[in-house]
């Protein structure tokens, strides 16, 4: 058995091959799976939990298909789909994750999480961060009429492209020193994120002890698994259909 992570899938009705390449994950692999981790930015934006177009109901009854085949699912929001709710739980089975977890792999902790709050450097999208994640303003977003909805989306997605164009690679990554501090409060010599894009497995020593950090690659032309088992792990490349 083994446990599986994706991230940063950034699933839109716009985008049919990385969907399709989803769809057929779900359906071959992760249903064997003992257990699927997807830590963030699942959508490439998620409107809200009352989304019911044929996009987002599609996407809602894989999960669904899933769950109740009995695979766990756990989510952790990331940048693009922190509006994902109780009411997306309540409807796919799926577990919601707080900020970051510390799960059990086959008798090694590790903490999981998005990832971006480990771009210290990024101070803008911190302070952007901050303020989305504010239960009012959530409550707010989540009350308004749809196309209203969409219109403050395209705004934020329009202006998320031009930040990211003026930011330095450098920026944008993680800072290694809040990596160590994640994982020392946590006692854990293992962390899985996503966010940066950067697929990779690194090594460091921490305190004479080695610490592992595995980042999760993206989905934009390939999928990308993060397979787990009692007898290791392997970040693992999954073809578009041609």
Not at 155 to 168: E, F, G, L
Not at 207 to 222: A, C, H
Request: with cysteine.
């Amino acid at each position: 058995m083994t446990t599986l992570f994706i991230s940063d899938l950034h699933l839109s009705a716009t985008t049919p091959e990385i969907t399709q390449c989803f769809v057929q994950f779900m359906r071959e692999e992760a249903i064997h799976a003992e257990a699927l981790y997807v830590l963030g930015d699942l959508f490439e934006f998620w409107i809200g939990d009352d989304d019911c177009s044929d996009f987002a109901l599609s996407i809602r009854a894989e999960f669904k298909m899933l769950t109740d085949k009995g695979v766990p699912c756990f989510f952790t929001q990331g940048n693009r789909d922190f509006l994902v709710g109780k009411r997306f739980s309540k409807q796919t089975g799926v577990q919601l994750l707080g900020d970051e977890t510390v799960i059990d792999l086959y008798g090694r902790k590790a903490v999981v999480l998005h990832g971006d709050t480990l771009c210290t450097k990024d101070v803008k999208y911190l302070e952007y961060r901050a303020k989305v994640q504010q239960p009012w303003l959530q409550w707010i977003f989540n009350r308004i009429p749809m196309f209203i909805k969409k219109k403050i989306v395209r705004k934020v997605q329009s202006d998320i492209r031009t930040d990211k164009q003026s930011k330095s690679l450098d920026i944008m990554d993680v800072t290694q020193d809040e990596v160590e501090q994640v994982m020392l409060k946590h006692h854990v010599d293992l962390m899985i994120h996503g966010h940066t894009h950067r697929p990779n497995v690194h090594h460091f020593p921490v305190k004479e002890t080695d610490y592992t950090r595995i980042v999760l690659g993206d989905w934009y032309s390939q999928g990308s698994v993060l397979v787990y088992d009692k007898d290791g792990f392997e970040l693992q490349q999954r073809p578009f259909a041609s």
